[in-house]
Nanobody, 122 residues
Framework: VQLQASGGGLVQAGDSLRLSCVAS???????MSWFRQAPGKEREFVAQ????????FYADSVKGRFTISRDNAKNTGYLQMNSLKPEDTAVYYC?????????????????WGQGTQVTVSS
């Protein structure tokens, strides 16, 4: 599976962005997640959606502001980010994993996209 993330940009605090992750291959066989990595920090879990889109999980830091979704017919996953804060500034990565269950560790994932930069100014 190859993943291509896009949709990042420079926005002001309080603005919204929608990230997309376009996949090749059997996208619907995988759970998909978004991670982010700020300069000097470890890559951290943001949100996960199961293969069907029924189950979602969020990091506490984004709960209520971010929404993860997917369209298997389009082989695409999304991350809608609202009420953005400067601390959301990071490179955002999409990743997929075939196994069931919540997976928060980057090492658990099978394939990764290249990342898209999100910068939120105050």
């Amino acid at each position: 599976v190859q993943l291509q993330a896009s949709g990042g940009g420079l926005v002001q605090a309080g603005d919204s962005l929608r990230l997309s992750c376009v996949a090749s291959g059997s996208f619907s066989s995988y759970a998909m997640s978004w991670f982010r990595q700020a300069p000097g920090k470890e890559r951290e879990f943001v949100a996960q959606i199961n293969w069907s889109g029924v189950s979602t999980f969020y990091a506490d830091s984004v709960k209520g502001r971010f929404t993860i979704s997917r369209d298997n017919a389009k082989n695409t996953g999304y991350l809608q980010m609202n009420s953005l804060k400067p601390e959301d500034t990071a490179v955002y990565y999409c990743a997929v994993v075939r196994e069931y269950g919540l997976k928060r560790r980057p090492k658990d994932y099978d394939y990764w996209g290249q990342g898209t930069q999100v910068t939120v100014s105050s």
